[in-house]
């Protein structure tokens, strides 16, 4: 019995010692290409003994020995396509992984228009790591040029299929409107349930907003005391629920007066007028 658990130690320990040498190999391989790579670059800087059949060379050693990009890791994705970002890492396919510049990859990330924030990491011998924080789209600009997505700060988000969001988001209209939504958004968020009706938003002569809501209740807010004015218009529904009132405009430009329009079906006067 002595003997059985002297021979089960034994092998645990030789199999630990065998692991132990794999690791010690597996990085004196490492260290020894990182050394030869170190001083080639500092010899090509210096001479000119390294010609480009050479460099080729050196390339194809270092893709042989599995020193290319294999595994892309993307984190941080939820609007954007993963492919957008794979298309610029795939420029490298054919370059040993020492030879990939980070700095130009994160440079081209950030060119999106998604991409708040991003952080690349080259992780030896065949892995990047990107980790990616997207902008949050607050409602739809459209204007002359093209509809775009926009941020509570005015960023415009390039985005092809805008039919998703146009599900939950409002669309504002007017020039520069996107620079001066978040003044606006500020003051409407403030009753989430009332606002939720919206549609649309104008800015008019960028001086002010018209607000447009699915009911078909446009109200003209004035461009002055914006805030004061919205909180008569939140007043107004929860006394009398105007969004069902069927009123086609509230004018609130004067702050002395509150201005209604109601719809009026026409034939159905005509009618008695002729009864």
Do not use: C
């Amino acid at each position: 019995m002595l003997i059985l658990r002297t021979h089960r130690s034994n092998f645990i320990n030789y199999k630990n010692k065998i692991n132990m040498f794999e690791n010690v190999h597996k990085k004196f391989i490492f260290f020894i290409l990182f050394l030869f790579l170190t001083s080639f670059y500092l010899l090509s800087n210096t001479t000119n003994i390294f010609t480009e059949s050479k460099l080729d060379f050196l390339n194809k050693i270092l893709i042989n020995n599995g020193f290319i990009i294999k595994n892309i890791e993307i984190s941080g994705v939820n609007h954007l396509d993963k492919d957008d970002i794979i298309k610029i890492i795939s420029t490298y396919n054919n370059i040993n992984i020492f030879s990939v510049n980070k700095n130009n990859i994160y440079r081209e990330i950030k060119n999106n228009t998604w991409i708040k924030k991003a952080s690349v990491e080259i992780i030896y011998p065949n892995t990047i790591k990107i980790l990616l924080t997207e902008k949050k789209p607050v409602a739809i600009w459209q204007n002359r040029y093209a509809n775009n997505l926009i941020t509570k700060n005015g960023d415009v988000i390039s985005e092809k299929n805008l039919k998703k969001f146009k599900r939950y988001l409002p669309i504002i209209i007017g020039q520069n409107a996107h620079k001066n939504f978040h003044s606006i958004l500020n003051i409407i968020s403030s009753n989430k349930n009332f606002t939720e009706n919206i549609w649309s938003l104008t800015f008019v002569n960028e001086r002010r907003w018209d607000v447009h809501f699915n009911q078909g209740l446009t109200i003209r807010l004035p461009s002055k005391n914006v805030k004061n004015a919205w909180e008569k218009v939140v007043h107004l529904n929860q006394k009398f629920n105007i969004l069902n009132l069927g009123l086609t405009e509230i004018d609130l430009r004067n702050s002395r007066q509150i201005l209604g329009k109601v719809n009026i079906d026409k034939n159905l006067i005509f009618k008695k007028k002729n009864s």
